[in-house]
Protein backbone atom coordinates (compact mmCIF):
# COMPACT_ATOMS: atom_id res chain seq x y z
CA UNK A 1 0.00 0.00 0.00
CA UNK A 2 0.94 3.64 -1.12
CA UNK A 3 1.49 5.75 2.10
CA UNK A 4 2.50 9.48 2.60
CA UNK A 5 2.46 10.93 6.27
CA UNK A 6 2.57 13.75 7.05
CA UNK A 7 3.76 15.29 10.68
CA UNK A 8 5.48 18.57 12.44
CA UNK A 9 2.75 20.62 11.86
CA UNK A 10 1.34 23.25 14.95
CA UNK A 11 1.06 26.37 15.77
CA UNK A 12 3.78 28.95 15.57
CA UNK A 13 4.45 32.75 15.92
CA UNK A 14 4.64 35.18 13.14
CA UNK A 15 8.68 34.82 12.40
CA UNK A 16 8.99 31.39 14.11
CA UNK A 17 10.01 28.34 11.80
CA UNK A 18 8.68 24.35 11.43
CA UNK A 19 10.16 21.60 9.67
CA UNK A 20 7.40 19.41 8.22
CA UNK A 21 8.13 15.89 7.30
CA UNK A 22 6.83 13.32 4.59
CA UNK A 23 7.52 9.88 5.19
CA UNK A 24 6.84 7.71 2.66
CA UNK A 25 5.63 3.93 2.87
CA UNK A 26 4.86 1.18 0.04
CA UNK A 27 7.34 2.87 -2.68
CA UNK A 28 10.47 4.60 -3.03
CA UNK A 29 10.24 8.30 -2.68
CA UNK A 30 13.27 9.00 -4.55
CA UNK A 31 11.66 7.10 -7.44
CA UNK A 32 9.23 9.92 -7.41
CA UNK A 33 9.09 13.50 -8.09
CA UNK A 34 7.52 14.75 -4.72
CA UNK A 35 5.34 17.82 -3.87
CA UNK A 36 4.50 20.13 -1.08
CA UNK A 37 1.03 21.65 -1.45
CA UNK A 38 -1.16 23.88 1.47
CA UNK A 39 -4.65 24.74 1.53
CA UNK A 40 -5.80 27.94 3.56
CA UNK A 41 -9.51 28.12 4.29
CA UNK A 42 -11.74 29.33 1.43
CA UNK A 43 -8.68 28.83 -1.23
CA UNK A 44 -7.63 27.10 -3.33
CA UNK A 45 -4.50 24.27 -2.85
CA UNK A 46 -1.38 25.60 -4.27
CA UNK A 47 1.72 24.34 -4.76
CA UNK A 48 4.39 24.88 -2.23
CA UNK A 49 7.64 23.25 -3.36
CA UNK A 50 8.86 20.19 -5.57
CA UNK A 51 12.19 17.99 -5.58
CA UNK A 52 12.66 16.28 -8.83
CA UNK A 53 13.10 12.54 -8.70
CA UNK A 54 16.77 11.04 -9.23
CA UNK A 55 18.63 14.75 -9.50
CA UNK A 56 16.76 16.36 -6.32
CA UNK A 57 16.71 19.10 -7.80
CA UNK A 58 13.85 22.24 -6.36
CA UNK A 59 11.77 24.24 -6.95
CA UNK A 60 9.33 26.49 -4.98
CA UNK A 61 6.86 28.97 -5.86
CA UNK A 62 8.04 32.39 -6.11
CA UNK A 63 6.47 33.82 -3.28
CA UNK A 64 7.80 31.55 -0.92
CA UNK A 65 11.92 30.88 -2.22
CA UNK A 66 14.32 32.10 0.48
CA UNK A 67 11.93 31.25 3.00
CA UNK A 68 11.00 27.12 2.51
CA UNK A 69 13.69 24.94 2.13
CA UNK A 70 12.60 21.22 0.54
CA UNK A 71 15.29 18.41 0.86
CA UNK A 72 15.04 14.37 0.80
CA UNK A 73 16.73 11.67 3.17
CA UNK A 74 17.11 9.06 1.05
CA UNK A 75 18.05 6.83 3.91
CA UNK A 76 14.79 7.36 5.56
CA UNK A 77 12.53 7.50 2.94
CA UNK A 78 11.47 10.95 3.97
CA UNK A 79 11.28 14.33 2.59
CA UNK A 80 11.05 17.54 4.64
CA UNK A 81 10.09 21.32 4.28
CA UNK A 82 12.16 23.45 6.53
CA UNK A 83 10.11 26.99 6.56
CA UNK A 84 11.25 30.46 8.20
CA UNK A 85 10.18 33.45 9.20
CA UNK A 86 6.63 31.88 9.04
CA UNK A 87 3.66 34.55 8.27
CA UNK A 88 0.11 34.62 9.00
CA UNK A 89 -0.99 34.22 5.38
CA UNK A 90 1.46 30.76 5.56
CA UNK A 91 -1.73 29.52 8.14
CA UNK A 92 -3.04 26.10 5.81
CA UNK A 93 -2.67 22.77 5.79
CA UNK A 94 0.09 21.47 4.18
CA UNK A 95 -0.21 17.97 1.76
CA UNK A 96 2.83 16.47 0.29
CA UNK A 97 2.28 14.26 -2.56
CA UNK A 98 4.10 12.00 -4.98
CA UNK A 99 3.89 12.28 -8.90
CA UNK A 100 5.98 11.81 -11.78
CA UNK A 101 7.67 14.91 -12.73
CA UNK A 102 7.72 18.47 -11.58
CA UNK A 103 6.00 21.50 -13.33
CA UNK A 104 7.20 23.91 -11.14
CA UNK A 105 6.16 23.79 -7.82
CA UNK A 106 3.17 21.50 -8.22
CA UNK A 107 4.08 17.72 -8.92
CA UNK A 108 1.90 15.99 -11.41
CA UNK A 109 0.01 13.05 -12.40
CA UNK A 110 0.05 12.78 -8.43
CA UNK A 111 -0.36 8.99 -7.46
CA UNK A 112 -0.78 9.43 -3.88
CA UNK A 113 -1.48 11.72 -1.11
CA UNK A 114 -0.76 12.28 2.63
CA UNK A 115 -3.30 13.30 5.08
CA UNK A 116 -2.37 17.04 5.51
CA UNK A 117 -0.77 18.89 8.75
CA UNK A 118 -1.80 21.73 10.19
CA UNK A 119 0.55 24.88 10.45
CA UNK A 120 -0.79 27.88 12.16
CA UNK A 121 1.03 30.93 12.59
CA UNK A 122 -0.33 33.10 15.01
CA UNK A 123 0.49 35.89 17.42
Known amino acids: QLQLVESGGGLVQ ?69 MNSLKSEDTAVYYCAAGLYCSGSRTTSRIVWGQGTQVTVSS
Open 14 to 82: PGGSLKLSCAASGFTLDDYAIGWFRQAPGKEREGVSCISRGDGSTHYADSLKGRFTFSRDNAKNTVYLQ
